[in-house]
């Protein structure tokens, strides 16, 4: 028993040395596996701290614009010229045009036909029969032979016609022998030989223009061909027969007005009305431009001053309103600064809004003129807020 107990005793040591020695030497180096542990703990820790201790060291000041704003900051007001260009659109009433036609039968020699190209008044697009066909635009085609005395609507045409042309000097509704000069310089002008010892002015001499500068849109009348009298020889495209806006925009600069598209800059009156049709016929906007229902055009333009106006620019911030005493409502207004900080000797000014854009308001005074000095940022003053 004893010796069994001995026996276990020492196994019980034994055991609890080997496993002793075994935690120790099972595991080779485990004390030390622990202390690299350690190490690399702290190593870890110390870099946080130090990367928290760098970005306190390199943070930014705060920025300024957290601190409180200078109430009476000002800046000055600058000046800008500006045409106060606003899209509108012109309602254009659609008309055919009738084709520029032979005056007399022939074969045609010579042409200077080309789609594309305008035909002006005074000009010759072709030769029949060797001889030149002069284009003339007057108010209506020529029916009968006009000879010295003769009167009416067409002779007073004609008389207006020539002297548009610069061919003389010659108005009224009689032909003189005025008339019959003025057309054989019209004619020597472009080439085409005309005796001014006629007495008259046939309607085999003039080729009858629709509209002085219409585009030309197609040519079947080629070089070689036997044509007649009354035959086409110049396809010409719809044109406008009338151009109003739709609307003017409320609130514009005064002053006189223009429309623009692409290359093309045209008159327009107070009332919306555009004057040169063909020209404005010609434009990309109104060839590009469907017809809707009862053959009239929208065509979308650029409505502008002629001649730029100077207005002030001042920050957004710094339009305020106060009572207007003209219209008796809101007022569009600035305070004009009286001195850097010194904020007595400030003073509202009422100001028209011409326009904005990023942030700057262009304004003029209610006169047209322009602020002059610094305004404040922040209007506060003489009811201007």
Known sequence: ?????????????????????????????????????????????????????????????????????????????????????????????????????????????????????????????????GAGVLLLATAEPLWRPLSVGEKGADAEGLNNALKAIGAGDVSGDTVTRATIEAF???????????????????????????????????????????????QPIAQLPAMAGSAKAQSLPEGAVAGERVIQSGDATLDISEQGDVADLAAFSRTRAFASSGSMQGGTRQVSVQWMLKNPVTVGVVPASSIGTMNGERSGGAQACIVVAGGSENTTGDRAVGVNIVGSMLGRTYIQGADGSIPSGNVRLTPNAGGCA
Do not use: Y
Request: glycine share 16%.
């Open 1 to 129: 028993m004893f010796g069994h107990g001995k026996d276990g005793g020492k196994d019980g040591m034994g055991g609890r040395a080997a496993a002793k020695g075994k935690g120790r030497g099972g595991r080779p180096g485990g004390g030390f596996a622990i202390g690299r542990q350690m190490t690399a703990l702290i190593a870890v820790a110390c870099l946080l701290i130090g990367a928290g201790g760098a970005a306190v060291m390199l943070a930014p000041h705060p920025p300024q614009v957290l601190a409180q704003a200078n109430a009476n900051a000002a800046m000055t007001i600058e000046t800008q010229q500006v045409n106060d260009g606003r899209s509108i659109t012109i309602s254009a009433e659609e008309i055919s045009m009738a084709p520029v036609v032979a005056p007399r039968s022939g074969m045609v020699t010579s042409s200077n036909c080309k789609p594309g190209t305008t035909l002006a008044s005074g000009q010759s697009i072709m030769s029949i029969d």
């Open 184 to 230: 054989a310089a019209a004619a020597d002008k472009a080439g085409v030989t005309w005796d001014k010892s006629h007495n008259a002015i046939t309607m085999q001499d003039v080729a009858w223009l629709p509209a002085d500068g219409v585009t030309i849109s197609g040519c079947p009348a080629p070089v070689g061909q036997m044509i007649g009298q009354g």
